[in-house]
């Protein structure tokens, strides 16, 4: 009758607690955007084939997401997880495609791969990934990575809520720049900003 902690959960233990200064330091912030722009704001991290929700704000709106810390999504077609993707290097990056396309239907897989393919553009042109409708067809959503230092991987904080209150075009013309800066402001202030 006893039980110990394994090496796993330590190291998971390690990596989240390494996290929590950036979580502390988002919070305030994820709330002013969540307010702003009536939707959800999300701090993800990964975890294999899934983007988990480390912490959440919510708007004072009626209407919103109703996810919580410890929600999963998925990474391929996400906003959360082509920010990650995105942010990521080109052989990581594979990797975790090739764990996606084991996994998926055939008939989704070329989609997926399209999807992440056009994050990427989109991180370079817009700043943001997009995922509009192709999470579930109902929610849009735009996200950012987040460089946490302590040479942890990248973390993702996202925008988004149900797709009849908030369009694609608020999402990339009134939230982008505020989430781009809300990301500047949280870099600088864990030293990773360039």
């Given at each position: 009758?006893?039980y ?12 989240m ?40 704000a ?20 996400s ?23 084991q996994?998926?239907?055939a ?6 791969q ?39 991987p ?41």
């Amino acid at each position: 009758g006893k039980y110990a902690l394994g090496s796993a959960t330590l190291s998971l233990a390690s990596a989240m607690l390494g996290r929590l200064d950036v979580r502390k330091l988002a919070r305030p912030l994820m709330q002013e955007l969540a307010d702003f722009s009536n939707c959800l704001v999300s701090l993800c991290s990964r975890d294999r084939l899934s983007m988990v929700y480390v912490d959440v704000a919510r708007s004072s709106a009626a209407v919103t997401l109703s996810l919580d810390m410890g929600a999963r999504i998925q990474i391929a077609n996400s906003a959360s997880g082509r920010a990650y993707l995105a942010a990521i290097s080109d052989v990581q990056r594979e990797e975790i495609m090739e764990g996606v396309r084991q996994v998926a239907e055939a008939s989704r897989w070329p989609g997926l791969q399209r999807g992440v393919a056009k994050a990427l553009v989109d991180r370079r042109n817009l700043g943001v990934c997009c995922s509009f409708g192709e999470w579930q067809k109902d929610i849009n959503a735009i996200a950012v990575s987040v460089r946490p230092g302590n040479n942890l991987p990248p973390m993702v904080i996202s925008c988004g809520g149900p797709a009849y209150s908030v369009s694609a075009e608020f999402l990339l013309d009134e939230v982008r720049p505020r989430l781009i800066g809300l990301v500047g402001i949280l870099e600088a202030a864990v030293g990773t900003a360039d």
